[in-house]
């Protein structure tokens, strides 16, 4: 059973740039496809970011242009590259296969002045 943890959040003031990592217990090479989600008080968690086995990438509109979803097989990690960050953004952020109900304790990303 592959094991998620997230790390890179802090604060950010808007505008700047954070990189969140997602380390892999197990190999992710046979996962059909990542994703990054987040969730932020009183609102449902949603999907932010998906990269396929294949490193076909897809982001919800509110990131797109702005985050990146990246992997490195060699050291089982998934990255998501977060520039031009708004306020909105502020959430917890976990990675997940898409379809894993699995939840780890995610990395808390907060942008403000």
């Known amino acids: 059973q592959v094991q998620l943890v997230e790390s890179g959040g802090g604060l950010v003031q808007p505008g700047g740039s954070l990189r969140l990592s997602c380390a892999a217990s197990?190999?992710?090479?046979?996962?059909?496809?990542m994703g990054w989600y987040r969730q932020a008080p009183g609102k449902e968690r949603e999907l932010v970011a998906v990269?396929?086995?294949?490193?076909?990438?897809h982001y919800a509109n509110s990131v797109k242009g702005r985050f990146t979803i990246s992997r490195d097989s060699a050291k089982n990690t998934v990255y998501l590259q977060m520039n031009s960050l708004k306020p909105e953004d502020t959430a917890v952020y976990y990675c997940?296969?898409?379809?894993?109900?699995?939840w780890g304790q995610g990395t808390q990303v907060t942008v403000s002045s």
């Open positions: 197990g190999s992710i090479f046979s996962i059909n496809a």
């Open positions: 990269i396929s086995n294949g490193g076909n990438t």
């Open positions: 997940n296969p898409v379809g894993s109900d699995y």
